[in-house]
């Protein structure tokens, strides 16, 4: 069969040139697949270290997703030793500041219960608590900047964040997170009396005064350190008189002007006010 090039309707020279091109890009097409072909089997047996720091720049330039396959790459290559440790963490943080939390939780738990005398597990136990801390907040209450937001939310993640951080300052009492990992148990703490006392406050507007009581006397058997313990004891002294035991109810409000002089209730016996309806329609309106 006679080909474009042979055709005699064409110039010599254009023969010569359309061969020369095909033979270039036939050359090229195949370089190609070699540097293609090459790179992919450089990674497959690239030793650890230098596996280990493509990850690692790839991390420190917040391309996390590259960052995770190059160390779950590392991770199933080299199933032991240092680099091993190190990709585990590291890839722990890479899905924890891509969001991809639960991965984030998994690796680190798996991090931990596999590797108990690790020189690192106080950051482990440090990391598990940031991502428990951080999955709890919302999108949208991170535009709204709303501090009280957290509050209002279910509390399971707060409470694995603060038993995460917990632990580092019981085990790790000097460990360089343990100073950070308290100041959050703080944070964490208030949000958690902070629920509390949002939903003693639903049941009081709502006359379920026992259901009331329970969660107010719960701030002040868990919390009492926590700002909210004064608003549980405003609330514990509203559900008291509500349900006629004046007795205990003086014993309380004496105990709120002892510890919180200033405490609102104590000017104002209709603290706490219910928040209007049209108020909680409002988008982003403080509720408490």
């Not at 790179?39 to 330039?61: C, G, Q, W």
């Not at 509500?242 to 209730?265: C, D, F, G, I, S």
């Not at 049209?278 to 988008?283: C, D, F, I, S």
Request: proline share 4%; hydrophobic share 40%.
């Amino acid at each position: 069969m006679r080909s474009i090039f042979d055709s005699p309707k064409l110039p010599t020279t254009t023969r010569i040139c359309l061969r020369t091109l095909a033979v270039l890009g036939l050359a090229l097409m195949m370089s190609a697949c070699s540097l293609f072909g090459h790179k992919r089997d450089n990674i497959d047996t690239m030793p650890v270290e230098a596996l280990y720091n493509m990850a690692h720049t790839s991390l420190e330039n917040a391309d996390y997703a590259a960052a995770i396959r190059d160390y779950q790459r590392l991770i199933a290559r080299f199933p032991s030793g240092e680099y091993n440790e190190q990709a585990q963490l590291e890839m722990a943080y890479a899905q924890y500041k891509d969001a991809d939390w639960d991965d984030a939780y998994s690796t680190i738990n798996r991090f931990i219960k596999t590797n108990p005398a690790s020189k690192h597990v106080d950051y482990a136990y440090y990391l598990r608590g940031l991502i428990n801390f951080d999955r709890t907040t919302g999108f949208m209450d991170k535009i709204s900047r709303d501090k009280e937001a957290q509050s209002r939310r279910d509390q399971a993640y707060n409470l694995e964040s603060f038993d995460d951080f917990a632990e580092l300052s019981r085990r790790f009492p000097n460990s360089a997170y343990a100073a950070d990992a308290r100041q959050r148990m703080i944070y964490l703490r208030n949000v958690l009396a902070q629920y509390e006392i949002n939903v003693a406050e639903f049941y009081l507007f709502n006359h379920v005064y026992v259901g009331a009581a329970d969660r107010a006397q719960y701030v002040i058997e868990h919390y009492q350190q926590a700002p909210q313990a004064g608003d549980a004891l405003a609330i514990l002294t509203r559900c008291y008189l509500a349900l006629k035991e004046n007795k205990l109810a003086a014993q309380t409000r004496q105990v709120l002007e002892l510890n919180y002089p200033h405490h609102p209730y104590l000017k104002d016996p209709k603290w706490p006010h219910e928040v209007a309806k049209w108020r909680k329609a409002v988008p982003f309106m403080r509720h408490h």
